[in-house]
């Protein structure tokens, strides 16, 4: 399991995904809400809205089911969900992951995967803003 705003999916997202699929047996791709995105990535995000997001992820075959949550992180879901591996991308410590005390406390493991240097939404939309 996994999960990210992923507005503006990209070739990042799509490896990172791809990855964190090799790791177990089906994938679950958590999405944040277009409220929940708005908060961490301001007043101009998300760019596509949650419905487009969730499709886009869901056409990925690494991708085995996708669902939304609300809140800021997705604790409740992870707690209620449990899975065996918990994935996130990015330089976080496993300690600091949201839900990772849980799913260690069920047994599960914890792992971080690098992103892929200069690729991100936040570079994308920059570079729009750029050449306008």
């Known amino acids: 399991m996994t999960n990210g705003c992923f507005d503006i999916l990209h070739a990042g997202h799509v490896s990172?995904?791809?990855?964190?699929?090799?790791l177990g047996?089906?994938?679950?791709?958590a999405v944040n809400s277009d409220a929940s995105t708005k908060r961490l990535k301001?007043?101009?995000?998300?760019?596509?809205?949650?419905e487009q997001r969730m499709t886009v992820l869901?056409?990925?075959?690494?991708?085995?089911?996708?669902?939304?949550?609300?809140?800021?992180?997705?604790q409740r879901l992870i707690a209620s969900v449990l899975p065996d591996i918990l994935v996130k991308g990015g330089d976080?410590?496993?300690?600091?992951?949201?839900?990772s005390k849980e799913v260690w406390a069920a047994g599960g493991e914890v792992k971080?995967?690098?992103?892929?240097?200069g690729i991100s939404t936040t570079n994308?939309?920059?570079a729009i803003?750029?050449?306008n």
Not at 16 to 22: C, P, S
């Open 112 to 117: 971080v995967l690098n992103f892929e240097d």
């Open 58 to 74: 869901g056409a990925l075959g690494a991708v085995d089911w996708v669902v939304a949550f609300e809140e800021d992180t997705p």
């Open 16 to 22: 990172y995904l791809a990855n964190a699929r090799k």
């Open 42 to 50: 301001g007043e101009s995000r998300p760019v596509n809205p949650l």
């Open 124 to 126: 994308i939309i920059n």
């Open 129 to 131: 803003k750029r050449n």
């Open 92 to 99: 976080y410590k496993p300690e600091d992951i949201a839900g």
């Open 25 to 29: 047996d089906r994938l679950i791709v």
